[in-house]
């Protein structure tokens, strides 16, 4: 089974797969460095990115979480202003701190190799790290996949089932079709099951906290993006839009001057302040990615601040059953970009939102499956094709419109019974069926579509 908390991770932007992801390998690469007891031979450090962690990785700051993660950081942990100092240091002082303990020549010129050509093997988000002597005899390799979601695997264990994975739970599903069968039998909601997964591991009162951090990190986010002014980095001159369009709702709120769609509005600005936190490399919560991190928080919001008896019980209800969703999609098919296109991170994230939007308004089992499946189906083909490999055109926008039809397919489903022609089974087949179809270089390889078209616009 794959938890809440492993589909929900704290950490930093830009991008899960090419951000959060590099930067655990190689915090664990440095850690089994140290602990083969090798620290005090190395004498240089190489890490060769291929395929999408290639062409996509210098818009996406790959380079800078590399370095931070072979500095001992972790992405859960790591201030994103101290992040940016040590970056600079090693750029600057060409010397890096490894494993945050010993200092090692270090030149991000030719010790972070963008391997465009190369092939990766098992997956698109590859990279390898190599420890050499003094002597210039490699010491130490290990190759790692970054799958999505900040998840990352070992190169040849992709496609393996995790050893967590095996563990057993009261409620083990691995479809939607499980997930309504047990709730039949049992009497439970889709949240009651998943929480009784993660109180089978964790005490509640840990699970509980942990539910709360998540949400208050998310809000904070929101927050932080609807006050913060400038430029976004990266050199498409892309200013931040959410704090004038957060001056703009209170204005005519105050002035009780709010249009048939304010509220959309309201979600819109919640989206876009995530995503353009996000793209700044500020703290975020990948939801189930970094590139989605917005859909999830803004219909959040839109729960707390905009329907009635909204509570914090029900917050970690909607967690709790959109963590349901999440891990259908991760198990049976991709949450990465690289993989599958965009439709494995807006489109995953929009039906996570759809449902537990449904479930906390009170809908059936049933009925959150229709929306998670009502969701996902009208994301089903979209390319991710961002515009100078950064996490900005069309991302920040396009969370908005995620979110807008989370609250959309939830409502619909509302006013239905539950029964629908198609399944969210079905329909994560056929997402997992297009991706593959889908030509390599409309995911996430800034190679087509909109990433070689803008000059023309």
Known sequence: MIGTFELFKIGIGPSSSHTVGPMKA????????????LLQRVARVRVDLFGSLAWTGKGHGTDKAVILGLAGERPDAVDPDDADKIVASARQEKVLRFAGKYRIAFDLESDIVFDGITPPVHHPNTLALTIFDFAGERLLEQRWCSIGGGFVVPEEEVGKPSPASSAPVPYPFRSGRDLLTMGASSGLSIAEMVLANETSRLPSDEVEAHLDRIV?????????GMVTEGELPGGLEVRRRAPALHRRLL?????????????????????????????????????????????????????RDHCHDADAEGLRCFLLTAAAIGALFKMNASISGAEVGCQGEVGVACSMAAAGLAAVLGGTNEQIENAAEIGMEHHLGMTCDPIGGLVQIPCIERNAFGAVKAISAASLALQGDGTHVVSLDKVIATMRETGRDMQSKYKETSLGGLAVNLAEC
């Open 26 to 37: 190689a915090a664990v690469f440095a850690e089994s460095v140290e602990r083969s007891g």
């Open 216 to 224: 208050a990190v998310m809000m904070s986010c929101i927050d932080r």
């Open 251 to 303: 204005v005519a709120s105050a002035a009780n001057n709010r249009t048939q769609h304010a509220v959309m509005d309201w979600v819109s600005l919640y989206a876009i302040a995530v995503n353009e936190e996000n793209a700044a490399g500020s703290r975020v919560v990948t939801a189930p990615t970094n590139g989605a991190a917005g859909i999830i928080p803004a219909t959040l919001r839109y729960f």
